[in-house]
């Protein structure tokens, strides 16, 4: 009987013990965070459109989460450097990534020595999605996307913001799915294709709409078709691809936030949740559509645009003998 006891007392003072240890963590995790600054890691050069939407979004989440937000610009290879760097980083909540379709979508089908993959990373939520856009310049004599569609016999050479962009990748599947036949010009980035199809050195491009309509409102390039499931907001004569060639077709330009695998699930669930009230903010509903751009989703349904994403573009890939240097 005492021998009884003292094993009964002997497991009770061990669960104490254990749930004494494990208390510091769980009020770290769910009533501390964050105790100190958050950085977003920007895997691309401060000054652009990716870099300005991460800095809406931590302004906004900043002041929910009561401790600033960071932004860190890591830019190399294609989004790819900044992006192992969070993948390495601890797993605490403190370094996020602001990942995109390029970097979560295509680049792990595209590189052979990538130092992550998707899996790599737990999805917060995207903060915002954007279609791409066929438009050509005034003097190609190309007025819709169905004058495109019966020009099989011309030589047309397309411009995007370079191999194995999502421009690029969006050109083929319009090609494998159209049966136009286009001459694929790649860029160092979308600024030197916009430049050289204003200038008439190229007939089309393929890049965001919301980087593209504003030079089709202003007179300068035609817009022929948007990529989204639904018309472009800002532009709804433009008709979509799919509407047009009857047939599945979507391409989108995203960006989200994740955090390195492992993350404590309370402070996974804390970001989520400020993430989506920043998300539904005026300020950032405002700026999205001044932008054409459209709110992003939860991080379910993130996680599910990230796997989707990452097949179809991986498939194009490989069908189309993408390659890099």
């Known amino acids: 009987m005492t021998h009884?006891?003292?094993?009964?007392?002997?497991?009770?003072?061990?669960?104490?013990?254990?749930?004494?240890?494990?208390?510091?963590?769980?009020?770290?995790?769910?009533?501390?965070?964050?105790?100190?600054p958050v950085t977003i890691v920007v895997p691309f050069p401060a000054g652009g459109p990716t870099d300005a939407s991460a800095r809406l979004y931590a302004k906004v989440m900043g002041e929910l989460l009561g401790k600033p937000i960071v932004i860190d610009n890591r830019a190399g290879a294609a989004g790819t450097v900044g992006s192992a760097y969070v993948?390495?980083?601890?797993?605490?909540?403190?370094?996020?990534?602001?990942?995109?379709?390029?970097?979560?979508?295509?680049?792990?089908?595209?590189?052979?020595?990538?130092k992550y993959d998707a899996q790599s990373f737990v999805p917060i939520g995207m903060a915002l999605r954007g279609p791409m856009?066929?438009?050509?310049?005034?003097?190609?004599?190309?007025?819709?996307?169905?004058?495109?569609l019966k020009a099989k016999d011309r030589s047309l050479s397309i411009g995007t913001a370079g191999n194995g962009s999502v421009g690029h990748l969006a050109t083929e599947l319009f090609m494998e799915t159209s049966g136009v036949k286009l001459t694929h010009v790649p860029y160092r980035g979308g600024g030197p294709a916009l430049t050289d199809v204003l200038g008439g050195q190229i007939q089309l491009i393929f890049d965001n709409a919301s980087q593209l309509y504003p030079y089709v409102k202003a007179g300068k390039l035609r817009a022929l078709a948007v990529t989204g499931a639904q018309p472009y907001a800002p532009g709804p004569e433009v008709p979509t691809v799919k509407s047009v060639l009857?047939?599945?077709?979507?391409?989108?330009?995203?960006?989200?936030?994740?955090?390195?695998?492992?993350?404590?699930?309370?402070?996974?669930?804390?970001?989520?949740?400020?993430?989506?009230?920043?998300?539904?903010?005026?300020?950032?509903?405002?700026e999205l559509e001044a932008q054409g751009l459209e709110p992003g989703v939860p991080a379910r349904e993130f996680e599910s645009v990230i796997t989707s994403d990452y097949r179809k573009w991986s498939g194009i890939i490989s069908r189309a003998h993408v390659q890099v240097e």
């Open 133 to 148: 856009m066929i438009a050509a310049n005034r003097g190609a004599g190309l007025n819709s996307l169905q004058d495109l």
């Open 87 to 114: 993948a390495r980083a601890p797993a605490d909540g403190y370094t996020l990534l602001w990942g995109g379709t390029s970097t979560l979508a295509v680049a792990p089908g595209l590189y052979k020595n990538l």
């Open 246 to 286: 009857g047939k599945d077709f979507e391409a989108y330009s995203w960006f989200g936030l994740v955090a390195p695998q492992g993350t404590p699930q309370p402070v996974i669930d804390k970001l989520r949740e400020v993430m989506a009230k920043a998300a539904a903010s005026p300020e950032v509903r405002k």
């Open 4 to 36: 009884t006891l003292h094993a009964v007392r002997r497991r009770l003072l061990l669960a104490a013990a254990a749930l004494a240890a494990c208390a510091p963590l769980a009020g770290f995790a769910q009533g501390d965070y964050p105790a100190r």
